[in-house]
């Protein structure tokens, strides 16, 4: 009698262990699948805010070329500032490892040393010398533009590779989660 009841209890504490188990699998499956998201949402804003970069140089290129319209390119390039900054603070939201958190802190500086060139630079559009302008967009906006864009770069690769190692965390949760129910 003894026996069968130590049996039974054996086999329901072994069903109960694998059922947690499974379960425990189950919750970080989906934990992964988020992080999976997140990743990937982090560098599709990434790409975005590069591109938005390139798109404001375009247009602080117009508003210094000869026979465009300087009211509409600069008026372009200030709705391209307020998207780079907007972008950059939901990338700052996004953020989860501390590299990736200095990476975007230094874009920011740089896009604020690119926004107070372009105030610079319009001034002296302003004033008719555009060939001052020209100069500051061609020269000091290339290097900040640029500065910007591989900090934004080097955020995105920090970040990926902060959540590929919490996903391999993870991984190595579930592998101990199945060894016990085996």
């Given at each position: 009698?003894?026996?069968?009841?130590?049996?039974?209890?054996?086999?329901?504490?072994?069903?109960?262990?694998?059922?947690?188990?499974?379960?425990?699998?189950?919750?970080?499956?989906?934990?992964?699948?988020?992080?999976?998201?997140?990743?990937?949402?982090?560098?599709?804003?990434g790409?975005?805010?590069?591109?938005?970069?390139?798109?404001?140089?375009?247009?602080?290129?117009?508003?210094?070329?000869?026979?465009?319209?300087?009211?509409?390119?600069?008026?372009?390039?200030?709705?391209?500032?307020?998207?780079?900054?907007?972008?950059?603070?939901?990338?700052?939201?996004?953020?989860?490892?501390?590299?990736?958190?200095?990476?975007?802190?230094?874009?920011?500086?740089?896009?604020?040393?690119?926004?107070?060139?372009?105030?610079?630079?319009?001034?002296?559009s302003?004033?008719?010398?555009?060939?001052?302008?020209?100069?500051?967009?061609?020269?000091?906006?290339?290097?900040?533009?640029?500065?910007?864009?591989r900090?934004?770069?080097?955020?995105?690769?920090?970040?990926?590779?902060?959540?590929?190692?919490?996903?391999?965390?993870?991984?190595k949760?579930?592998?101990?989660?199945?060894?016990?129910?085996?």
């Amino acid at each position: 009698m003894w026996r069968v009841w130590l049996r039974a209890s054996l086999v329901i504490a072994m069903l109960g262990v694998a059922a947690a188990s499974g379960y425990h699998v189950f919750l970080t499956e989906q934990r992964i699948g988020q992080e999976r998201e997140a990743a990937q949402a982090f560098t599709t804003l990434g790409w975005k805010l590069t591109v938005s970069l390139a798109d404001l140089r375009a247009a602080q290129q117009a508003y210094v070329a000869t026979g465009q319209d300087h009211g509409y390119w600069m008026d372009r390039a200030t709705q391209q500032l307020d998207a780079v900054n907007d972008d950059l603070g939901k990338l700052s939201r996004l953020s989860t490892a501390t590299g990736t958190i200095g990476a975007l802190e230094e874009a920011a500086a740089a896009i604020d040393d690119l926004t107070r060139m372009d105030a610079r630079a319009r001034d002296h559009s302003a004033a008719g010398q555009d060939l001052m302008a020209s100069d500051l967009i061609f020269t000091d906006g290339l290097e900040l533009a640029r500065n910007a864009a591989r900090h934004v770069d080097s955020a995105r690769s920090m970040e990926w590779v902060a959540r590929d190692r919490a996903t391999i965390a993870h991984r190595k949760s579930q592998g101990v989660a199945l060894a016990t129910a085996m």
